[in-house]
């Protein structure tokens, strides 16, 4: 076994599928089968009494197939490898506890989801799709921001390009909304590659100001191709979503069409997401988010890894401006000014980054905190305090309070109340 101690990353707290202090190990996935490194020894001072590693494996019971190797790396967040008998190094996966909270949370969720449209209005059960719907966006932000550590502030242009490619699609060229929506979020990743290029030579801060400055430019740039943004007015779909016969011809039954349609769609995209994540590309995103050095040493492709993680950032972006005009048949460049990708990137920090359910978290807070805040407004009679309060009836001024109080309180976002997990 060789002496040689790699430098391990740092841990990254918060992400959704790891421990707390193991998401270093996901360099043990690249660490070739007969590699020494990955079997790195424990170091123990001169006087500590304890057996070497052979002898550990020998008092190992006769039928314990495997044995767990930990020691002061592990105890600080490194990572725990677990070593089976004739078998490569494989890393342990720790066993999540979930918490009270987390169940409520659940619960409380598909309560919500199943009695909102029975008691919505059609006006109503649209607004509250298009919540769920963006959804998709926060999480793009996430995935680019918690789990490739790219910092993107120009999210809401891949949203408007999955828009404007998904109704061009449909009425233009005529095609069914299903190929229409998956064509708006495939253009929209491919745009997403073609942005994420600049992250092969610069990170950090001056990739965000890259990124906002795409935002910034981006509605005088959709000015000037009307064919495919409409211009100036915007571009207004024709083509109509029509349900099935049985399904009714109401208003609200259209509506609920619609909502079940955005649910299924943005429920299969997270179930993907979590697979992507927590697949060998997953982990090699993530290695290349704690220390890109190490990650290209254990054989990751830097420049694969970085832009298929723009790409898919900017994928799920598209796919929620393309569900956009399934709700509204409408679309336009106005809808989409550069503060919009800042909301977006700060309701992904609100959540929490690295976190699926971060980013479900940060979108529900901060329509409850604006529903609040609009009650509050309307209280009258309470001289200067009303006037305080009248504040509380706009969202921009409720959401910007919530972001700075929160991020004191909870600076891993709201869903570090829910990440208690343990190592068995």
Known sequence: MSDDNWPTPLPRPGDDDEAPGTDASVFAVFAPP?????????????????????????AEPAGAGLSVRSGPSAASGIGTAVLGAGSAGRVARPRR???????????????WLVAM?????????????????????????????????????????????????????????????????????AFAGAVGALVGLP????????????????????????????????????????????????????????????????????????????NIINSRPGRAMRAVRDNDTAAAVYGVNLVVSRVSTFAASATLAGLAGALGIVLVPFTSQESYPFQESLVLYATAVLGGL?????????????????VIGGLLGDVSGLGPLGEFLRLLDEEQFVFGVLLVALT?????????????????
């Open 117 to 185: 449209p029975l008691t919505s209005s059609v006006t109503e059960l649209r607004q509250n799709t298009q919540i769920i719907v963006m959804i998709l966006a926060v999480l793009g932000v996430n995935i680019a921001t918690g789990y490739g550590g790219m910092i993107s502030l120009g999210h809401g242009v891949f949203v408007a390009v999955g828009s404007f490619a998904a109704a061009y699609a449909v009425d233009n060229l005529a095609l069914p909304w299903v190929v229409s929506i998956v064509a708006g979020a």
């Open 199 to 274: 992250a092969l030579r610069i990170k950090g801060i001056h990739l965000a100001l890259v990124t906002l400055g795409l935002a910034i430019v981006f509605q005088p740039l959709a000015k000037r191709v009307p064919a495919f943004s409409g211009g100036v007015s915007g571009r207004a779909v024709g083509a109509e979503l029509v349900p099935p016969s049985w399904f009714g011809t109401t208003r609200w039954a259209e509506g609920l069409y619609r909502y079940l349609i955005c649910l299924a769609v943005v429920g299969l995209a997270m179930w993907l997401t979590h």
């Open 34 to 58: 007969d590699d020494p490194a990955a079997e790195a020894p424990v170091r123990t001072p001169p006087e500590a009494d304890e057996p070497s590693g052979s002898e550990a494996l020998a």
């Open 354 to 370: 690295g976190s699926l359910w971060g980013s479900v978290l940060g979108v529900a807070i901060r329509e409850v905190f604006s």
């Open 97 to 111: 506890r979930i918490g009270p909270l987390s169940w409520i949370g659940a619960v409380l969720l598909g309560v």
């Open 408 to 424: 004191f309180v909870f600076p891993r976002g709201l869903i570090g109340m829910f990440s208690r997990r343990r190592n068995d």
